[in-house]
Structures are given as C-alpha cells and as structure tokens.
C-alpha cells in the first residue's frame, strides 16, 4: 500500500503516500495551532511564529537555513490558516535527511532572538498594510469576522497592529509551549519517499519531545447573520456576499461544493455567464466553498463599478432563487467534473499530496481512500443540488461585507427581502 500511518509513542504522527518515478519529495510537519487556537490578545501570534521559525535555531542562523536548503536545490517555506501552520521542503530524494534535520531545527530549537523578533515585527506590519490596500483581500478577512463575530476563527490571521507591536520573546515561548505538542503535530510526506527511512529519521528527531496532558479548550464556531459596509473612494465596488456550509466531516460537504462550481465556479457558471458575459456588470465574479472541521462557508464575490453594484447584488440573489428552480442536471454533471478533475489533476503534485495525507489525518485520523471521495462527489445528483440550492435561497443566514464606492449598494435587510420575495 503506497499510504503509510504510523504514530510515535509521544502521539506524532508520521504518514507517507510513495509515488513511483518521482525524483523528489514533499515534506511537512502541520501543526493543529492556526488562528482558531489564539485568545483575543493572542490574535496574530501564530502568523509571527510563522515567520520567526526561519530567523535562526540553536544551529543554524537564518542565512544557513536558507543557504543549506538551497545548496541541494530545495525550497522552504510555511503558511498559517485558521486552524494550522505548516511548515514544508521540497527536495531530491537523496536529500530528505536533510530536509527532516531542518524540520526539526526550526520546530524545536529556534531561539526567538529579540533582534530578529524586532525585524520580523515591521515585516508583519508592512504585510498587514500591503492587505489593507489591497481590496479584494481585505474584504475577506471583514466578511470573516462579519460571519463569525467575536470568535477566534473570526479573527484576522495577520492579527491586529497593536497586538503585533507587543509580541516579545515571552508570548512566542508560550505559545510554542502550549501548542506545539506531538500529538498535535503531523508530519506528513509524498513523492520518492521510503517511509521506513523517513519513519527513522522522524523518530530520532522528535521521539523525546513529551506530549502536554492539558486539554486544549475548544470552540464550536457559529455562523452569524451580519453586514460590513465601508464606503471609500475606489475605482471598484468590492462585494461578497457568504452564507455558512457544511463541515468537512459532512458528507454534505460536497453538494454544497458541487453547488458553488454550478453557480460560480467557472466561465460557464451562471454568475460568470449571467453577470459578466450577458450584462458586463463586472470583471471577475466567482463562488466557492470552503470548510472546517465544524462549519464551513460558501462565499461569492465580485468587483464592478460603483454605479453597478446595486444590479450586480440584486442579480446574484436572482441567480439563487433561479438555481433553486432550474438547476439541470448538465450543470450539476459539468460540477462534479470540474470537482473530479480538479481533485485528481492537483494530486499529480507531491506537495498537494503531502497537504492532503495531513489534512485528511487531521481531520479523520486517517486517510480515506480516493475513490472515496470520487463516490461522493458522484453521489451528488440533481435532487440534492437543487434542495440545497432551495435551502440557500430561502433560509441560510447570510452575510456581506462591500466595500468602495457603495453608497447605491443594497442594505443586507433589502436583499434578504428580495430573496423572499
């Protein structure tokens, strides 16, 4: 079997998928500590982590990472969502000792130096200002925190400025401390990969690290009805419009991605044909789902002009109601294959690979086979996308952030009204 789990006494859990020709390999250790895991004035510590985990280790100062990385032609990088921070390498086969030596280096001996605590502190607050001035960026994070108020996983990842100005050393240890235990680390890994070597080299690396019995307090996110409204002076309207969708552990998961694809997925999806093909109300316009382990959210947005932000709303509550009533099966046959083909091309990738084998053990535990998924997304039929179309149109809470010139732009309360209508 090409897929591996294994799972070290201190609770690290180490899976591998081989792919049979592949010269390289793609991996990482995700770490179940993102945004949702913050308090209030936490908020943006787990994105600093982020970035100070290549600032220099007991070992290694931050030019040796990276010179040491790309001496064998490697690339190092990390990202923070909402509920993780990865940390990953590509590298040759005959370099993945190395690439877990440097895993484990920045994971467990990085040294916080105050100095380049300093440095990376206005590296974040330019980040912080790029996001603010970039519209179709910022309106995310707002339509976010609209969805899901006073909530962690409402929070901007960048966090606050204010809070980014405090951090210290103190704050970054304490974090790692708190949540940067075994069990919640997986190190996943894809491509030309032995998983006995790889297995070794992990075990060696992290098998003392001691796992923390303190239950980590959890939080069941809650969707809520809202409206952010932020008129400037812009050359575009910015408008997204989001209502709450299912978890990753529902199965209903997927109608609700085969939904959004059939809505706004592509260049033959009714949004994209309606708005801007028919009536050129915008630019780019498109929908998506995305999900959690306990909720999820579907998400549709558009640029346009401030004189056509009032029809581009009004439209997109039209195509709801519309979808509720003649949806075809070609459109739902054309979603799913745009879902398959999606899923399957991206896994031609070792890194997808790797991101996938510690999403799913994140998740469920363990990694369900790929037709598994290619069965539900076929059992999606034309009577489940249109009851959840009909669901959508009538009784999800909704909420919007636009942002621009938008002072023609319809309140939440109207477009709820024309929806029932």
């Given at each position: 079997m090409s897929i591996q789990l294994h799972t070290l006494p201190n609770g690290m859990r180490v899976v591998t998928e081989h792919m049979p020709g592949l010269q390289s390999a793609s991996i990482g250790v995700w770490v179940s500590a993102g945004g949702r895991n913050e308090t209030v004035q936490q908020n943006g510590i787990a994105h600093f982590l982020e970035h100070?985990?290549?600032?220099?280790?007991?070992?290694?100062?931050?030019?040796?990472?990276?010179?040491?990385?790309?001496?064998?032609?490697?690339?190092?990088?990390a990202y923070t969502s909402r509920e993780t921070t990865a940390y990953y390498v590509r590298v040759l086969n005959n370099d993945v000792p190395l690439a877990v030596n440097i895993l484990s280096d920045i994971l467990r001996n990085s040294v916080f130096d105050p100095r380049e605590i300093e440095v990376e502190r206005g590296v974040i607050l330019q980040e912080i200002g790029q996001t603010l001035d970039t519209p179709d960026d910022i309106i995310f994070d707002w339509l976010q925190e609209t969805a899901y108020p006073d909530q962690s996983i409402g929070r901007s990842i960048l966090g606050p400025a204010d809070n980014i100005k405090r951090f210290d050393r103190d704050d970054l240890t304490?974090?790692?401390?708190?949540?940067?235990?075994?069990?919640r680390m997986i190190l996943a890994a894809a491509g030309g990969i032995d998983h006995d070597a790889l297995l070794s080299l992990v075990t060696q690396a992290f098998q003392d690290l001691s796992p923390d019995v303190t239950p980590q307090l959890e939080t069941i996110a809650k969707f809520s009805r809202g409206e952010y409204r932020n008129e400037k002076t812009l050359e575009q309207a910015h408008f997204a419009l989001a209502f709450e969708s299912p978890s990753y552990k529902s199965d209903d998961i997927y109608t609700a991605q085969v939904y959004s694809i059939a809505l706004g997925g592509g260049m033959s999806s009714r949004l994209f044909q309606e708005a801007r093909e028919k009536r050129g109300l915008c630019y780019s316009i498109f929908a998506q789902t995305g999900a959690y382990v306990d909720t999820g959210m579907t998400t549709i947005y558009a640029g346009t002009a401030g004189d056509q932000i009032a029809g581009l709303?009004?439209?997109?509550?039209?195509?709801?109601?519309?979808?509720?009533?003649?949806?075809?099966?070609?459109?739902?046959?054309?979603?799913?294959?745009?879902?398959?083909?999606?899923?399957?091309?991206?896994?031609?990738?070792?890194?997808?690979?790797?991101?996938?084998?510690?999403?799913?053990?994140?998740?469920?535990?363990?990694?369900?086979?790929?037709?598994?998924?290619?069965?539900?997304?076929?059992?999606v039929d034309l009577t489940s996308a249109?009851?959840?179309?009909?669901?959508?149109?009538?009784?999800a809470k909704m909420a919007s952030a636009i942002y621009g010139p938008i002072s023609s732009a319809p309140t939440l309360d109207e477009l709820e009204n024309q929806r029932a209508a």
């Open positions: 100070m985990a290549f600032k220099g280790t007991t070992t290694r100062s931050a030019l040796q990472i990276a010179e040491q990385i790309e001496d064998v032609g490697g690339y190092i990088n304490s974090f790692v401390s708190a949540q940067y235990q075994p069990q709303s009004r439209l997109t509550i039209d195509e709801f109601k519309r979808a509720a009533d003649d949806m075809t099966q070609a459109e739902v046959d054309r979603a799913r294959a745009q879902m398959k083909a999606g899923m399957l091309m991206g896994l031609e990738s070792a890194s997808n690979r790797a991101e996938r084998l510690a999403r799913m053990v994140q998740v469920w535990g363990y990694v369900p086979d790929l037709s598994e998924a290619v069965e539900k997304i076929d059992a249109k009851a959840y179309a009909e669901q959508v149109a009538t009784t």
